[in-house]
């Protein structure tokens, strides 16, 4: 296996953690040096045991290094992935891939003159409760799902770091929605037949600091995708309901619960119960009574890890796990999320 030599721009948070936990030589792709524009931010390079350029015309020019990994502020993917491909690299780019569609349309064709691979670091797809939410999705074990919802929910508002500045690219659906808006797409196998979204601006920056969105798929199913980042008590990371039954996920932890409807409901013998101040047969037993809890199923990704996908896409031997069409239909998402929150109109897709 000939390793991919790969240089971090960019060493930062994301970066840094790229280098540490991510990049690894069993994959084939090992971490070999780092550019930031912050020299102070190269420090920590050799004990990382990074190779440091001074200049990013050295890692252009430098014929050991195949490979780049952007992890910059956001408005800087562009220009950075397009000089990476002309000076011969291939690329992994962090979310979002880039501000725009157009901008994702200029950087593709770069990739395809340049014949450089272009891969976008949607982690995300990995993540545990995902992979519940995706085996719920595909086994039917509380049937076909009808509604799903995913929401991250903090109270820290937006940090105060590029991500609440429009020129960078900030605001959370450019954060965290690119994550929850790319495992939505990559588990419906329908494609989205309406949205209709509004974003927050409550902390007054200039950027949306959390979002609400709703999308309909051609196959009926509908979904609320919801950013927050003053919900100073959090809704759970998915609630998802099937013909059969009702899943929970509370947070990464993977705490949270299937309820099942295993009795039988005679429709027409409800008895009403007083709630509140009034009578309901609709909300009155048996409905808890006829159903049964069960643990959540277990996830898992029977795909490669990002890492050596990449590794094997580069070396022709497998098509990337995150594919191109697939971030541009999130960014094309991302699009019309902006303008029904800017609009206040339901955007149909034709
Ligand atoms: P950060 O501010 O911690 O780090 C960014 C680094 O880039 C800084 O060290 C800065 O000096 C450097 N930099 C800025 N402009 C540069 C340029 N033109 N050339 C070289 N270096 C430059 O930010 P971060 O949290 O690490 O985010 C970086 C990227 O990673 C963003 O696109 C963000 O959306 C993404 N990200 C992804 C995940 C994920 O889970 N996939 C998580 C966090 C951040």
Same mark, same amino acid.
């Given at each position: 296996?000939?390793?991919?030599?790969? /240089?971090?721009?960019?060493?930062?948070?994301?970066? %840094?953690?790229?280098?540490?936990?991510?990049?690894?030589?069993?994959?084939?792709?090992?971490?070999?040096?780092?550019?930031?524009?912050?020299?102070?931010?190269?420090?920590?390079?050799?004990?990382?045991?990074?190779?440091? &350029?001074? $200049?990013?015309?050295?890692? @252009?020019?430098?014929?050991?290094?195949?490979?780049?990994?952007?992890?910059?502020?956001?408005? #800087?993917?562009?220009?950075? #992935?397009?000089?990476?491909?002309?000076?011969?690299?291939?690329?992994?780019?962090?979310?979002?891939?880039?501000?725009?569609? =157009?901008?994702?349309?200029?950087?593709?064709? /770069?990739?395809?003159? =340049?014949?450089?691979?272009?891969?976008?670091?949607?982690?995300?797809?990995?993540? $545990?409760?995902?992979?519940?939410?995706?085996?719920?999705?595909?086994?039917?074990?509380?049937?076909?799902?009808?509604?799903?919802? +995913?929401?991250?929910?903090?109270?820290?508002?937006?940090?105060?770091?590029?991500?609440?500045? $429009?020129?960078?690219?900030?605001?959370?659906?450019?954060? @965290?929605?690119?994550?929850?808006?790319?495992?939505?797409?990559?588990?419906?196998?329908?494609?989205?037949?309406?949205?209709?979204?509004?974003? #927050? !601006?409550?902390?007054?920056?200039?950027?949306?600091?959390?979002?609400?969105?709703?999308?309909?798929?051609?196959?009926?199913?509908?979904?609320?995708?919801? /950013?927050?980042?003053?919900? !100073?008590?959090?809704? *759970?990371? @998915? &609630?998802?309901?099937?013909?059969?039954? =009702?899943?929970?996920?509370?947070?990464?932890?993977? %705490?949270?619960?299937?309820?099942?409807?295993?009795?039988?409901?005679?429709?027409?013998?409800?008895?009403?119960?007083?709630?509140?101040?009034?009578?309901?047969?609709?909300?009155?037993? *048996? +409905?808890?009574?006829?159903?049964?809890?069960?643990?959540? *199923?277990?996830?898992?990704?029977?795909?490669?890890?990002? &890492?050596?996908? !990449? &590794?094997?896409?580069?070396?022709?031997?497998? /098509?990337?796990?995150?594919?191109?069409?697939?971030?541009?239909?999130?960014?094309?998402?991302?699009?019309?999320?902006?303008? %029904?929150?800017?609009?206040?109109? =339901?955007?149909?897709?034709?």
């Amino acid at each position: 296996m000939t390793k991919i030599n790969m /240089v971090i721009i960019g060493l930062g948070g994301m970066g %840094s953690y790229h280098a540490r936990e991510l990049i690894k030589d069993t994959d084939g792709v090992h971490a070999y040096g780092a550019f930031d524009i912050n020299p102070e931010q190269l420090v920590k390079a050799p004990d990382m045991g990074l190779k440091i &350029y001074d $200049k990013l015309a050295d890692v @252009w020019q430098d014929e050991a290094v195949e490979a780049v990994l952007i992890a910059t502020p956001n408005d #800087s993917h562009k220009e950075l #992935s397009i000089q990476a491909m002309r000076a011969g690299k291939h690329v992994v780019c962090e979310k979002p891939v880039m501000m725009s569609s =157009t901008e994702l349309n200029e950087v593709l064709a /770069v990739a395809e003159e =340049t014949e450089k691979v272009f891969m976008v670091h949607q982690n995300r797809r990995w993540d $545990k409760d995902f992979l519940v939410i995706r085996e719920l999705y595909r086994q039917q074990e509380i049937g076909s799902l009808f509604q799903i919802e +995913s929401r991250v929910h903090g109270a820290n508002g937006i940090p105060g770091d590029w991500r609440h500045l $429009k020129e960078h690219g900030g605001g959370m659906l450019l954060d @965290w929605g690119v994550h929850l808006l790319d495992q939505l797409l990559f588990l419906v196998d329908s494609p989205i037949k309406s949205v209709v979204a509004d974003l #927050s !601006f409550v902390l007054g920056d200039d950027v949306d600091d959390g979002f609400i969105t709703h999308i309909t798929f051609e196959n009926g199913l509908k979904s609320i995708v919801e /950013v927050g980042t003053t919900n !100073f008590i959090k809704l *759970p990371r @998915w &609630y998802v309901k099937g013909l059969e039954g =009702t899943a929970v996920v509370d947070d990464w932890d993977l %705490s949270g619960r299937v309820v099942k409807q295993t009795g039988f409901i005679d429709h027409h013998k409800l008895v009403p119960i007083q709630a509140g101040q009034g009578l309901t047969k609709t909300m009155a037993p *048996p +409905s808890e009574d006829a159903t049964t809890t069960f643990p959540l *199923p277990k996830g898992v990704a029977e795909f490669d890890t990002f &890492y050596h996908n !990449f &590794y094997e896409v580069v070396r022709h031997q497998a /098509v990337p796990i995150v594919k191109n069409s697939e971030v541009m239909t999130v960014l094309k998402l991302i699009e019309m999320i902006f303008k %029904s929150a800017e609009t206040g109109q =339901t955007i149909h897709v034709r």
